[in-house]
């Protein structure tokens, strides 16, 4: 008796086969409503890793090859299988088909495919002459999975052959579950008849999965020769199998549905028995949700592959949607170790959310991380979440006023002044938390971690002062627009005097860089020492000799001395650029001086991590063999290098950083970008939008609303390799607009739709610097030729040169 027999509770029914041999199913299969669908092929030397079936309740994570190994690492192992947070399902389910005595199991596809909103497994079978499918979506809202095996006979004699397909359970607790009394206990099966599925229950809790086809079952014994499949965990295995007739030439499908519940075994049946009562009806569903996002802020550029990134990394952020109705709906990190709430990541994802028309997800996200900040009860904005409500970290330094400047932008997009009224006393508490339980000497610049979680490096961080900087800037606008006059000066003054300081005390031009960080020689010391350890062990030359040569030189200096410090590079230099704060010439000279930090797919996290064939390594990240960042170039650090470089005029090179990050496209996972680029950590990850939409939409369209006013400013700032560019369906407020940007010769067309005829379109006067253009004005300069309307369904602007 083999494995499954050993472990598995076995239902035999009486008369087996007079059902279970019926030919094929005459229902169309799920790849019939697919076929016009975008579909992506995946590198069969990426077979063995991760990809994931997505859904806002429920989610797969497995290998490409159609396997289920153990991964990840914040629950050891157990982050791939099936997922219902904040409890796991499953780790996952085996299938075999076999005939004449011979069991083939469907562990090595020889391809994978992604969808937008689903995925497939290609398996070959030559000895039976059988082409196998494996196609899998998860239904909208539902917490249940389907699966389709379509069945190819590609002999010329009917095929008659038993089909195994096994569940294993794992009814488990999400991280940080004991905290909240989520004990995991073993898993009991029972056989649900009327179903003809397994019921799996987690002996110690309501936890039920429920699994099943759309056959009836001929025995859950299973045969002689399965699959290998012994995962860790407390859960259990069991088994269904179904006897098939396949005529030659022809196919048959059959598919499973697998429903989860952590509440109760009545819920558990009522969704497998609604996903199985009309899943081709939830498909088409799924696949209008995922036009309907592909439609909104649609790109058309004459990059293609930048333009097909934008309308994918859209739908990777819609697959870290994670929707737990007791704590509430929101955007998760990344796939598939992050998939719970966090508050900086959300802060940079939220504004390419908005500019791409999720005002949905960017409200529901940001009213699950105010409720979850509430819990610190001091405005500080919380920075990891488990999806059960344990934070586990109540927030770095630069969360809190990030927080501040993500609601102001949110904002001018919607011009909703209630949603700012909701939010502005817990900004303002938290600006008060921010300075005066942070700001140890009262200089301005709070201390404590921003980005740059590298230990011993909590003194006053560049991203923090830089944040905090904007977020007075910002909630000077807010306390105006609610009344607070006074607030609102005081606000600005604070944010001016920032501004000022930072571009002097942070500013160090013997590097031509802002600080890492200001602190006290002794500090600047203690983690010189460290970084020639990781330079050295990174055999990074280059890096041990500037960092010796810093070392020496600070040895002269008095211990207690405090100033600013470049040691290591780190990415967050670059945020005075970012937020457009950096003094015009020490940004130029930032700039520079950061284009040196890349490899072919973008930027470096920690500086003195490049070398000198950094420029040449674009292959396969090779990380350590416990988690890390070391080493590693990420999509948020080339994104803001991207922003940062519009911010003052260089849209060039922008889109060089774009084109960096989307040579990691697909790389790995079909349609999707990896957290560390090429093709290390998360497979998806959420800020991504942020890197593409902010500079796309934002600046080199130039797309800046003001909807409270019902004004929207035109700004383009267009590549020079860019003769044509259109975006279509941008929401703004109420209006949806679409921009049109030709360039021909010395011409320039600038032509802006709209859907409400009471809002006012103004090109910027700064477009394009040579140019001098008053805007209120009926007649501008004798460089625009053409007619000009500031309201209207139409506005039209064409310049000559």
């Known amino acids: 008796m083999n494995k499954?027999?050993?472990?598995?509770?076995?239902?035999?029914?009486?008369?087996?086969?007079?059902?279970?041999?019926?030919s094929e199913s005459p229902k169309l299969s799920f790849q019939n409503l697919v076929a016009d669908s975008q579909q992506l092929i995946g590198k069969k030397e990426y077979l063995n890793s991760p990809y994931v079936t997505a859904g806002d309740r429920v989610y797969m994570v497995g290998h490409q090859d159609g396997t289920f190994p153990d991964l990840g690492w914040h629950v050891a192992g157990e982050m791939g299988g099936i997922w219902n947070h904040p409890i796991k399902l499953m780790d996952g389910f085996t299938a075999s088909v076999g005939a004449n005595g011979s069991q083939f199991c469907l562990n090595q596809a020889s391809s994978f495919v992604n969808f937008p909103f689903a995925n497939k497994h290609q398996f070959e079978i030559p000895e039976l002459n059988l082409l196998i499918d494996r196609f899998q979506f998860v239904p909208e809202g539902q917490q249940g999975l389907i699966v389709e095996f379509l069945i190819r006979n590609q002999g010329d004699t009917v095929l008659d052959t038993n089909f195994d397909f096994s569940g294993h359970t794992d009814l488990m607790p999400v991280w940080l579950g004991e905290e909240v009394g989520m004990i995991d206990y073993e898993d009991e099966l029972t056989f649900d008849d009327s179903r003809q599925a397994w019921r799996g229950k987690d002996k110690g809790n309501e936890w039920f999965v429920l699994f099943g086809s759309d056959r009836k079952v001929s025995a859950t014994e299973s045969p002689e020769?399965?699959?290998?499949?012994?995962?860790?965990?407390?859960?259990?295995?069991?088994?269904?199998?179904?006897?098939?007739?396949?005529?030659?030439?022809?196919?048959?499908?059959?598919?499973?549905?697998?429903?989860?519940?952590?509440?109760?075994?009545?819920?558990?049946e009522q969704t497998f028995d609604l996903i199985k009562s009309r899943p081709e009806d939830l498909l088409k569903e799924k696949i209008k949700h995922y036009e309907e996002i592909a439609s909104l802020s649609k790109l058309t550029i004459p990059d293609k592959a930048l333009e097909q990134a934008f309308e994918w990394v859209k739908y990777n952020t819609e697959w870290l949607v994670r929707d737990v109705p007791e704590q509430g709906r929101g955007l998760g990190?990344?796939?598939?170790?992050?998939?719970?709430?966090?508050?900086?990541?959300?802060?940079?994802?939220?504004?390419?959310?908005?500019?791409?028309?999720?005002?949905?997800?960017?409200?529901?996200?940001?009213?699950?991380?105010?409720?979850?900040?509430?819990?610190n009860g001091n405005g500080q904005v919380i920075h990891e979440v488990s999806t059960?409500?344990?934070?586990?970290?109540?927030?770095?330094?630069?969360?809190?006023?990030?927080?501040?400047?993500?609601?102001?932008?949110?904002?001018?997009?919607?011009?909703?002044?209630?949603?700012?009224?909701?939010?502005?006393?817990?900004?303002?508490?938290?600006?008060?938390?921010?300075?005066?339980?942070?700001?140890?000497?009262?200089?301005?610049?709070?201390?404590?971690?921003?980005?740059?979680?590298?230990?011993?490096?909590?003194?006053?961080?560049?991203?923090?002062?830089?944040?905090?900087?904007?977020?007075?800037?910002?909630?000077?606008?807010?306390?105006?627009i609610m009344g607070e006059n006074d607030q609102a000066e005081s606000y600005q003054q604070?944010?001016?005097?920032?501004?000022?300081?930072?571009?002097?005390?942070?500013?160090?031009?013997?590097?031509?860089?802002?600080?890492?960080?200001?602190?006290?020689?002794?500090?600047?010391?203690?983690?010189?020492?460290?970084?020639?350890?990781?330079?050295d062990t990174l055999n990074k030359p280059w890096a041990v000799e500037e960092l010796r040569a810093t070392k020496k030189k600070l040895s002269t200096y008095p211990r207690n001395q405090k100033q600013g410090f470049v040691l290591f590079h780190n990415w967050v230099v670059n945020t005075p650029m970012e937020m457009g704060i950096a003094d015009h010439e020490k940004a130029i000279k930032a700039l520079d001086k950061g284009s040196k930090f890349v490899n072919p797919f973008g930027v470096f996290v920690t500086g003195i991590d490049r070398d000198e064939s950094s420029e040449l390594a674009d292959g396969k990240f090779e990380g350590s063999k416990v988690f890390s960042y070391t080493g590693a170039v990420m999509t948020l650090p080339t994104g803001v290098q991207a922003i940062s470089e519009n911010n003052y005029g260089r849209p060039d090179q922008a889109l060089d950083y774009l084109k960096r990050m989307t040579r990691s496209f697909g790389f790995a996972l079909p349609g999707s970008i990896y957290e560390v680029s090429p093709d290390y950590g998360m497979m998806a990850q959420a800020w991504n939008l942020y890197s593409y939409a902010v500079p796309i939409v934002t600046q080199f369209f130039g797309i800046q609303p003001d909807a409270q006013n019902k004004v929207i400013l035109i700004k383009p700032q267009m590549p020079s390799s860019w003769d044509n560019a259109k975006i279509d369906n941008v929401i703004i407020g109420d209006n949806r607009i679409s921009m049109e940007f030709k360039k021909q010769g010395d011409e320039i067309q600038v032509l802006v739709t709209q859907e409400k005829d009471d809002w006012e379109v103004h090109l910027d006067p700064s477009f394009y610097p040579a140019q001098s253009i008053k805007m209120n004005e009926t007649i501008f300069d004798s460089v625009i030729k053409g007619t000009y309307s500031s309201t209207g369904n139409l506005v039209s602007y064409i310049l000559k040169f």
């Open 388 to 480: 059960n409500g344990v934070i586990f970290n109540p927030g770095n330094i630069n969360e809190t006023p990030q927080f501040a400047s993500l609601i102001w932008w949110v904002y001018q997009w919607t011009g909703d002044k209630a949603f700012l009224g909701k939010y502005y006393p817990f900004i303002k508490q938290g600006l008060v938390w921010l300075m005066e339980e942070n700001d140890e000497d009262g200089n301005l610049f709070p201390d404590g971690y921003g980005m740059m979680e590298i230990h011993g490096l909590e003194s006053e961080m560049i991203d923090v002062a830089v944040y905090t900087q904007r977020a007075f800037s910002d909630a000077a606008k807010m306390a105006i």
């Open 4 to 22: 499954f027999a050993q472990n598995n509770l076995y239902f035999l029914f009486s008369t087996l086969l007079l059902i279970g041999c019926k």
């Open 225 to 268: 020769v399965g699959c290998d499949y012994q995962p860790q965990g407390k859960g259990k295995s069991a088994n269904l199998q179904y006897q098939l007739r396949i005529k030659p030439g022809k196919e048959t499908t059959i598919r499973f549905y697998i429903a989860g519940s952590y509440t109760s075994q009545q819920d558990v």
């Open 333 to 375: 990190a990344g796939m598939p170790d992050y998939p719970w709430w966090f508050g900086v990541d959300n802060e940079y994802t939220l504004k390419g959310a908005i500019a791409t028309g999720r005002k949905d997800l960017v409200y529901s996200t940001i009213e699950l991380i105010h409720k979850l900040s509430k819990f």
């Open 494 to 535: 604070t944010a001016d005097l920032l501004r000022e300081k930072i571009n002097e005390e942070f500013w160090v031009e013997e590097f031509n860089s802002y600080a890492d960080f200001i602190g006290t020689t002794a500090e600047a010391l203690h983690l010189i020492d460290a970084a020639i350890v990781r330079a």
